[in-house]
């Protein structure tokens, strides 16, 4: 137990560091904002830069991971849409913002520092192969659905193409060819900005956390928190491990990466969209305290530590 809470306590610690120095005032809002816009803007594409130039990807692509996370996706996905409509008469955006707040992990500032923490180097692979395509599947699924007929496919492919993460993705796979030529000072600042994504993020996150809260009280987000924590991860080992038979590192790294809480970018999509920022804040705030707990559960069913 004692070395799952090593893996945890970083990483959470971090976020409550994030937390309580804008509770008590000594940070602003502005530092949150600021470190948040770093994180994404340019910290975090270095460091998906760096992992995928450098990693060794495999030849064939590994469908069967894949599927296993975005069918888990897809469950508690329409889980979530429809119990929100169903027993607590969310309708229209509102209702892709339930799906959403259910299906898209926060992997920015809590999953990519938790599974490198549990996993090393060799979960980095299977880590970033899943960011590369967890934004852009979860995104426009979640336009299309909100803006229905009228979202348009060049729209739709503006908006991820200039998203710092994609922009990361692009690059590192388009310069894996001259990695070698790159001089060794230009790798030292890639490697300065990349250092400083994962204690910016969380720190940011403790911050960002503070400021949302629990604005739609708890019962919706409670039940969200439990499709996020709980049946994502769960329906990902099941597929992973026993119907594709994925490596234990890639099989793990799947399932860490489903556990992680709801991510912040529900909470960007509702605000943009003028419905849901309620329910998507408490989603994000609620799912994330409580995934404390849950995931020190599956670091145990996985066997790390």
């Known amino acids: 137990m004692l070395e799952l809470f090593a893996i945890v306590l970083p990483v959470f610690g971090l976020i409550a560091i994030g937390y309580v120095a804008r509770q008590t005032g000594f940070v602003s809002e502005r530092v949150g904002e600021g470190l948040s816009e770093f994180v994404f803007t340019l910290s975090l594409p270095c460091l998906i830069f760096r992992t995928l130039v450098r990693a060794e990807i495999p030849a064939v692509q590994p469908w069967g991971y894949w599927i296993s996370y975005f069918a888990g996706v897809a469950v508690v996905w329409l889980l979530a849409t429809s119990i929100g409509r169903h027993f607590f008469g969310i309708k229209g955006v509102s209702g892709?913002?339930?799906?959403?707040?259910?299906?898209?992990?926060?992997?920015?500032?809590?999953?990519?520092?938790?599974?490198?923490?549990?996993y090393?180097?060799?979960?980095?692979?299977?880590?970033?192969?899943?960011?590369?395509?967890?934004?852009?599947?979860?995104?426009?699924?979640?336009?299309?659905?909100?803006?229905?007929?009228?979202?348009?496919?060049?729209?739709?492919?503006?908006?991820?193409?200039?998203?710092p993460i994609v922009v990361g993705i692009l690059a590192g796979s388009a310069c894996r060819p001259i990695?070698?030529?790159?001089?060794?000072?230009?790798?030292?600042?890639?490697?300065?900005?990349?250092?400083?994504?994962?204690?910016?993020?969380l720190i940011s996150m403790g911050i960002a956390l503070r400021r949302y809260g629990l604005q739609m009280g708890w019962k919706l987000p409670t039940v969200i928190s439990f499709l996020k924590l709980v049946v994502h991860p769960l329906v990902?080992?099941?597929?992973?491990?026993?119907?594709?038979?994925?490596?234990?590192?890639?099989?793990?790294?799947?399932?860490?990466?489903?556990?992680?809480?709801?991510?912040?970018n529900a909470y960007l999509f509702a605000e943009r969209y003028g419905e849901?920022?309620?329910?998507?804040?408490?989603?994000?705030?609620l799912s994330t305290f409580l995934a404390l707990g849950s995931t020190l559960v599956w670091l145990y069913v996985l066997g790390v530590g």
């Open 120 to 163: 090393g180097d060799a979960g980095a692979v299977p880590l970033f192969l899943l960011i590369a395509v967890h934004l852009p599947v979860t995104m426009t699924l979640a336009t299309i659905l909100a803006e229905g007929r009228q979202a348009s496919p060049l729209m739709i492919l503006r908006r991820l193409l200039t998203h």
């Open 179 to 201: 990695a070698s030529y790159v001089p060794a000072p230009a790798w030292q600042v890639m490697d300065l900005l990349a250092s400083a994504a994962v204690p910016c993020a």
């Open 96 to 118: 892709v913002v339930a799906g959403f707040s259910a299906g898209q992990a926060n992997t920015v500032f809590v999953g990519i520092p938790m599974i490198l923490k549990a």
């Open 236 to 264: 990902v080992l099941l597929l992973a491990t026993y119907v594709f038979q994925m490596p234990p590192v890639w099989a793990g790294v799947a399932v860490l990466f489903a556990s992680c809480p709801s991510g912040i």
């Open 276 to 285: 849901g920022v309620a329910l998507a804040s408490s989603a994000v705030t």
